[in-house]
C-alpha cells in the first residue's frame, strides 16, 4: 500500500511538475549551464549540460517511460492472453503447433530482436511500445496456457460445451475471466521489466528522441557527465529505482491478495 501511493504521488508529479516550472522541456537557461540544484533559477533538480531544466526533463521522462511500459504491457497482455488462452483450450496438435513457435522465438535474443525492430522501423515512441510489447508475450503466453489447461474440463466449461456456445465464446467469457488474477500479478511484474528495457534502449540511443525524453536517456547523458555534475546521474537514477521497487512490491502485494495458498 505504501509503494502505492509513492507510485501515485509520482504519476500526480510527473503530470502536475512540468506546469509549476517556468522552463519548458528544450528551454536553455544561457547562463546557468550544467548548473547544480537551485531555487534561484528555479531550476529545481539543477540543469543538464546544454542548460535544460533536469526538473521538467526529468518529469517528461517519467511520463514517457510509464506511457511505454503501459503500452508494451498492454500490447503484450492482449497477444499472449489470446494465445495462450487459445492454445490451452483447443490442445491436441494445434497446442502443440502454436507452443513450438513460442519455444522459437524463445531462442531469439530478446533485447537484440527488439533493437533490430528499432534499427529497422525507427526510434519512435509509437514503435518502441509495439516492439517491446510484440516480443514480450510470450512468458504470458505460457503462464494463460497452464491454467487454461486446468480450467477446460471444468463443469462450466463442459456445459458451455453441451449447451452449444461457440468455442471464441467459451474462451472469452469462461476461460479468459478465470485466468485473470495471475495475469494482474504477472502485467504488475512485467511493467518494471519494461522499463528497464527502454531504460537500456534509450542509454544505446535506441530509444525516444529529441526533444522527447526518458529516464534511460536521462541516465546515459548524466553517466557522460557523472564527475563533474554528479545530479544528472543521481536524480533520473533515483526516480527510476523507485519506480521499479513500488511496481515489484505492488506485484508481490497482488500475488499475496489474488493467491489465498501463499497466505
Request: hydrophobic share 55%; glycine share 8%.
Amino acid at each position: 500500500m505504501a509503494c502505492g501511493v509513492v507510485l501515485v504521488l509520482l504519476v500526480l508529479l510527473a503530470l502536475v511538475g512540468p506546469a509549476l516550472s517556468p522552463w519548458a522541456i528544450d528551454a536553455i537557461d544561457w547562463e546557468y549551464f550544467p548548473g547544480p540544484p537551485t531555487s534561484a533559477n528555479a531550476h529545481w533538480f539543477g540543469t543538464d549540460a546544454s542548460g535544460r531544466d533536469l526538473f521538467v526533463r526529468v518529469l517528461f521522462g517519467v511520463r514517457i517511460s510509464l506511457l511505454v511500459a503501459l503500452l508494451a504491457t498492454a500490447v503484450s497482455l492482449a497477444i499472449g492472453v489470446t494465445w495462450g488462452a487459445t492454445a490451452g483450450y483447443l490442445g491436441g496438435r494445434i497446442d502443440e503447433l502454436m507452443m513450438r513457435f513460442v519455444d522459437v522465438l524463445y531462442a531469439l535474443p530478446y533485447m537484440f530482436f527488439v533493437i533490430i525492430l528499432t534499427v529497422i522501423f525507427g526510434s519512435n515512441i509509437f514503435m518502441i511500445f509495439i516492439a517491446i510489447g510484440a516480443v514480450g508475450w510470450l512468458t504470458m503466453a505460457r503462464i494463460v496456457r497452464g491454467q487454461t489447461l486446468a480450467l477446460r474440463h471444468r463443469e462450466f466449461v463442459e456445459a458451455a460445451v453441451v449447451a452449444g456456445v461457440p468455442t471464441h465464446r467459451i474462451i472469452a467469457r469462461h476461460v479468459v475471466p478465470n485466468v485473470i488474477g495471475p495475469v494482474i500479478v504477472y502485467a504488475t511484474l512485467t511493467i518494471p521489466q519494461i522499463i528497464l528495457f527502454e531504460s537500456f534502449l534509450s542509454f544505446l540511443g535506441l530509444g525516444v528522441q529529441e526533444p522527447l525524453t526518458s529516464l534511460g536517456k536521462l541516465i546515459a547523458e548524466g553517466a557522460t557527465e557523472m564527475e563533474t555534475s554528479p545530479w544528472m546521474l543521481i536524480i533520473p537514477a533515483a526516480f527510476l529505482a523507485t519506480l521499479l521497487f513500488c511496481f515489484n512490491f505492488i506485484g508481490d502485494g497482488l500475488r499475496d491478495a489474488l493467491d489465498p495458498r501463499d497466505r
